[in-house]
């Protein structure tokens, strides 16, 4: 007998990405985002702003996000939304609407840890993409996490090293502010190192005992290494700006793989993926993928639109959550940190 397939309406406002997804079982049916540009003008994200945009943006992001599956809400079999960690407005609009539209149809709801998702996002049923199997390790790089993650199961994680000050993903946006790069710069970054020499400029790598990672002393480096410079060349920054974030990048991959590569050898266990919206970076994954070879690590690298912030990776979490019955009540409060 054929079992009936499961449908999981996800929902995800964790920041500044008004996100829906609709799953059947693994498979992703629709995965919406809708982006707040007005943070721009601001250089940074404004909580208040964010969560105000939110309201506007929830009810027709879920709209399209059913009408592109092709899923009457009467079909649905569950309700996940992002839990934490996050900014507390942004979440309260999410998790609202999850409570009462899991109320009004009577189905269960799924509170989810937004870093949980990031990693899990490799189960998602995609052509072309494996999946990991228990245990691996999962390095989550974003602008608010850097973590390695011990990965034993579907719901059991162990961080076993993390940044000690900044992200990486803020060492990349306020390194591109200091070269006076828009916001969000990361990307920026990533684009002009593209076509820069990594060898070009060195910086000091910082010593931090074990696993963890330590991104605020580059970052005043990278700050005194422009001033020095700009003050000799008031043209440094146009002149260089290729080779000066390619040796940026440079230097933080660096700093991720040695804690990698130590992490691999610590645990034995050679099947390491990564998530969160700094995997994107390309010089990441080409170095990730440079040490399948080296190393003999099998890697795992999710689809591009599943590693920044979107509800299908909300929503795989809901679905294996739905399959061993771990349910919320209307109870249940965001929370602007969360135990991992």
Not at 135 to 158: C, N, R
Request: net charge negative.
């Amino acid at each position: 007998m054929q079992q009936k397939p499961i449908f999981i309406l996800a929902i995800e406002s964790s920041c500044d990405d008004t996100a829906a997804a609709v799953l059947q079982d693994s498979k992703v049916l629709s995965n919406i985002v809708a982006q707040q540009a007005i943070h721009e003008q601001y250089g940074g994200v404004v909580p208040e702003l964010a969560s105000r945009a939110h309201q506007q943006n929830i009810v027709p992001v879920i709209d399209i996000a059913l009408k592109k599956a092709n899923i009457d809400k009467s079909e649905l079999s569950g309700i996940a939304f992002t839990q934490g960690p996050g900014l507390m407005g942004s979440l309260l609009v999410g998790s609202s609407f999850a409570k009462s539209m899991a109320m009004s149809l009577d189905i269960p709801l799924m509170a989810v840890n937004h870093m949980h998702a990031h990693i899990l996002a490799h189960f998602i049923d995609e052509e072309g993409f494996d999946k990991p199997e228990f245990p691996f390790l999962a390095m989550t790089i974003s602008g608010g996490h850097t973590q390695i993650v011990k990965v034993k199961s579907f719901f059991e994680m162990e961080i076993i090293g993390e940044t000690t000050d900044d992200a990486v993903g803020e060492a990349f946006d306020k390194s591109a502010k200091i070269l006076g790069l828009p916001y969000p710069g990361g990307p920026l970054i990533d684009k002009y190192a593209q076509l820069g020499n990594p060898k070009a400029f060195s910086f000091t790598k910082p010593k931090v005992d074990g696993l963890n990672f330590s991104f605020s002393g580059l970052k005043t480096q990278i700050l005194y290494f422009v001033q020095k410079n700009v003050k000799e060349n008031p043209d440094f920054i146009t002149e260089n700006l290729n080779d000066i974030c390619a040796s940026i990048q440079y230097t933080i991959i660096q700093i991720l793989m040695d804690k990698l590569k130590l992490a691999a050898v610590e645990t034995g266990i050679h099947q390491i993926a990564i998530g969160g919206g700094v995997s994107a970076n390309s010089g990441i994954r080409a170095t990730l993928k440079e040490g399948e070879k080296k190393y003999g690590w099998k890697t795992f690298i999710p689809k591009f639109e599943y590693t920044t912030d979107n509800a299908a990776m909300i929503g795989i979490v809901g679905y294996h959550k739905f399959l061993e019955n771990k349910f919320n009540d209307a109870s249940v409060v965001s929370k602007a940190r969360i135990e991992f």
